[in-house]
């Protein structure tokens, strides 16, 4: 840390103890602290460009490595690429949170029965089968068949299709053409939301 720095950080620390005897909160001065933190970290870190992976837009993007433990412990918009610019929406300014150093990522199915307030670690299997199950169940009871003039519709209006902008145009080809076939007419994609 620079000696500025840590003047800077110094003062706003003695500041917050003094505002903290007056009954004020510590909590901007615990977040600057913070800040000092992360941005020495960025100073040292291993940083590498790279394009966000969510949509054809193709934000670019500074990931930073922690020398010591090779882990990422950042992620932010690249100011000199010539698509964003540095700036970056919801899910690319969220991307740190699908890296592996994000500790609370999903790593595995967990399931909670209906009126219960245990989850139960369960496998891709069953995941699957359940929605299986689910979906039959529900496209079974509100299949049309004919709308109200008797044209033939072949639609299921109470189940839609959200796709994710983390996938190939292949894939999303092959879901579309799957809850098409299933008769979905509600199909979506999550960029657009
Ligand atoms: S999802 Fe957002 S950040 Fe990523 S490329 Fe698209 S617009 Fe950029």
């Known amino acids: ?3 500025r720095s840590f003047l800077k950080m110094s003062c706003c620390l003695g500041a917050g103890l003094a505002l903290s005897g007056l009954g004020l909160t510590l909590a901007p001065v615990a977040a600057y602290a913070d800040d000092m933190k992360k ?21 670019g993007l500074i990931c930073s490595v922690d020398k010591a433990s090779g882990k990422i412990f950042n992620i932010e918009g690249d100011p000199e690429h010539p698509v964003n610019e540095g700036a970056l929406c919801a899910k690319g300014a969220g991307l740190y949170q699908v890296s592996a ?20 670690e369960k496998d ?4 699957i089968s359940r929605i299986a199950e689910l979906m039959k169940k529900e496209r079974d009871k509100s299949f049309i068949v004919n709308n109200e003039k008797g044209q033939m519709v072949n639609r299921v209006q109470t189940m839609s299709l959200m796709g994710s902008s983390n996938v190939l145009s292949e ?22 939301v």
């Not at 941005?39 to 934000?59: F, H, I, K, M, P």
């Not at 150093?101 to 139960?120: F, Q, T």
């Not at 891709?124 to 995941?127: H, S």
């Open 1 to 3: 840390m620079k000696r």
């Open 124 to 127: 891709w299997n069953f995941a």
């Open 101 to 120: 150093a994000n500790e609370h990522r999903l790593m595995k199915v967990l399931y909670r029965k209906p009126g219960s307030d245990k989850w139960e």
């Open 171 to 192: 894939e999303c080809w092959a879901t579309t053409q799957f809850a098409r076939g299933l008769g979905f007419t509600y199909i979506d994609h999550q960029a657009r």
């Open 39 to 59: 941005a020495d970290a960025l100073r040292t870190a291993v940083q590498s460009t790279t394009v966000c992976c969510y949509c054809s837009v193709g934000c």
